[in-house]
């Protein structure tokens, strides 16, 4: 069963649920950037130029890895798939901002947010995995060269890139059916520019501690992985001879350390931080961060 067919079996389990006060609602209101009405044409503007940015460099980095035959590497395999990721992830927010941002009304139907909290796990969850997939290709190929070739096959690859895709499916069907599902606090306002998983607890369900068990199984179960692999590979790395060696092993793992230092130190500000002690427009920047500024820096730095 595919995703998006998953996502419609969620949305009529949802629909049905008596959830006090959410199986009467049928719309909510986007704050979005209200705050900042004098700056309402800049940030579309902004916006926009970063959207169509994005959507071309990934585009492109798609269509040269599969065109080249230089590139029909697992490293560019897996940053195929990354692209991709970005694309659907962006598509799924910044066009609805976009239009926030011109209209006066920034309405959201009931089903609409159900959908986009549903992308939106589904996509940061399968980013999540193939992060943590590409670091593992990475201990392959500095920890154990010679069995570089053998292990990362076509066949392994495509196994593990689909469990990474796969496993956004539960993930997001069974967070998204529990939020949604749980006790509704009486707004109808969300004070953020789109339906993700904080803007949901916080301004919907008031709930916290539901915050930092999402951020546990979708973002800190990966990172163990990933933290894992960077500890054998920099105890190899720190093992080589040769300080040309060391320094070559080192710069073919940059590119990859500097997309999860961009990914996990914003989703990781904004997941973490309780409602308290980070602001409502703080979190709508940081959120801008990694919903707008990140999917576009990351093509420009695997591209370098």
Not at 165 to 182: D, E, F, K, R
Request: glycine fraction near 4%.
């Amino acid at each position: 069963m595919t995703g998006s067919e998953w996502a419609v079996l969620f949305l009529f389990h949802v629909e049905s649920v008596e959830a006090p006060g959410l199986r009467n609602q049928t719309s909510f209101t986007l704050q979005g950037f209200s705050h900042l009405v004098a700056l309402q044409v800049f940030l579309f503007k902004r916006i926009l130029l970063m959207f169509l940015i994005t959507m071309t460099r990934n585009f492109l980095i798609i269509r040269v890895a599969a065109i080249d035959s230089a590139l029909h590497t697992p490293v560019y395999y897996f940053l195929k798939n990354m692209a991709l990721i970005e694309i659907c992830f962006t598509l799924n927010i910044v066009p609805k901002m976009l239009v926030d941002l011109s209209l006066e009304g920034k309405v959201i139907s009931f089903s609409a947010c159900a959908l986009q909290l549903y992308f939106v796990i589904f996509f940061v969850a399968s980013e999540c995995f193939l992060l943590g997939a590409m670091a593992y290709d990475r201990y392959v190929a500095i920890c154990h060269p010679l069995h570089y070739t053998i292990t990362m096959n076509r066949e392994v690859r495509l196994h593990m890139v689909i469990a990474c895709w796969i496993a956004g499916i539960p993930l997001s069907v069974g967070l998204t059916g529990c939020l949604l599902a749980s006790p509704f606090c009486g707004s109808t306002e969300i004070e953020h520019f789109f339906c993700g998983i904080v803007p949901v607890l916080y301004h919907l369900v008031c709930s916290e501690h539901l915050v930092f068990v999402a951020t546990v199984v979708i973002v800190l179960i990966p990172f163990i992985l990933i933290a894992a692999s960077y500890i054998q590979i920099i105890h190899t790395i720190l093992q080589m001879p040769s300080a040309e060696g060391r320094c070559k092993a080192f710069f073919t793992c940059i590119a990859h350390l500097a997309v999860l230092t961009l990914f996990y130190c914003t989703t990781g500000l904004i997941h973490l931080k309780t409602k308290s002690s980070l602001l409502a427009n703080s979190r709508k920047l940081v959120a801008l961060s990694y919903t707008v500024v990140t999917p576009m820096l990351n093509p420009i730095i695997y591209s370098l």
